[in-house]
T-cell receptor, first 112, second 113 residues
Framework: GQQLNQSPQSMFIQEGEDVSMNCTSS?????WLWYKQDPGEGPVLLIA?????ELTSNGRLTAQFGITRKDSFLNISASIPSDVGIYFC????????????FGQGTRLTINP | DSGVTQTPKHLITATGQRVTLRCSPR?????VYWYQQSLDQGLQFLIQ???????AKGNILERFSAQQFPDLHSELNLSSLELGDSALYFC????????????FGPGTRLLVL
């Protein structure tokens, strides 16, 4: 089946540092999404990317849809304690079926 | 708050039992999706309903079934439960059947003992 390779699996950083994570696939996708999940909560949509090469920002978050349509990255600038959580990339397959395929997640831990 | 509600928040049951999880989508959303999140499998798509009809199926076991009612709420039924069914079950909703932006509920944590 379709698989996303998300890296790194976990990150331990100091408050104030910038964060970068990425997601790659061997298949082409038309839509890349980034979600954040807090403990005990459902995933919350952070950024949606619909066009190859698109660079989109949401506050301190910036995400890009790779030009090959096979990858995406998410950057967080000047991290703060509330950024702690698990970040998932997700794609909507070209087939039109609306299931989302998720990466395995990047667990972000911030030391104050 | 995504606007998607799920009940119950926690459920503890025994192997062999049957449970029903409930989801109410955001106001105006016609599509409901069910996902399972376990430690070793990540978030896995189970099934999608749109306006009462099944639209897409993922890796859903035959012991599991779902439906969407006329008021658009959905139920996921899990039967003959096994230890490995312990997981978080999330419901998500979207406006239509081609809308990729899905909004997730808080989930139901199922523990099978």
């Amino acid at each position: 089946g379709q698989q996303l390779n998300q890296s790194p699996q976990s990150m331990f950083i100091q408050e104030g540092e910038d964060v970068s994570m990425n997601c790659t696939s061997s298949s082409i996708f038309n839509t890349w999404l980034w979600y954040k999940q807090d403990p005990g909560e459902g995933p919350v949509l952070l950024i949606a990317l619909y066009k190859a090469g698109e660079l989109t920002s949401n506050g301190r978050l910036t995400a890009q849809f790779g030009i090959t349509r096979k990858d995406s990255f998410l950057n967080i600038s000047a991290s703060i304690p509330s950024d702690v959580g698990i970040y998932f990339c997700a794609v909507a397959p070209l087939s039109g079926a609306q299931k989302l395929v998720f990466g395995q997640g990047t667990r972000l831990t911030i030391n104050p | 708050d995504s606007g998607v509600t799920q009940t119950p928040k926690h459920l503890i049951t025994a192997t062999g039992q049957r449970v029903t999880l409930r989801c109410s989508p955001r106001s105006g959303d016609l599509s409901v999706y069910w996902y399972q999140q376990s430690l070793d499998q990540g978030l896995q798509f189970l099934i999608q309903y749109y306006n009462g009809e099944e639209r897409a199926k993922g890796n859903i076991l035959e012991r599991f079934s779902a439906q969407q009612f006329p008021d658009l709420h959905s139920e996921l039924n899990l039967s003959s439960l096994e230890l490995g069914d312990s997981a978080l079950y999330f419901c998500a909703s979207s406006v239509g059947t081609t809308e990729e932006t899905q909004y997730f509920g808080p989930g139901t944590r199922l523990l099978v003992l």
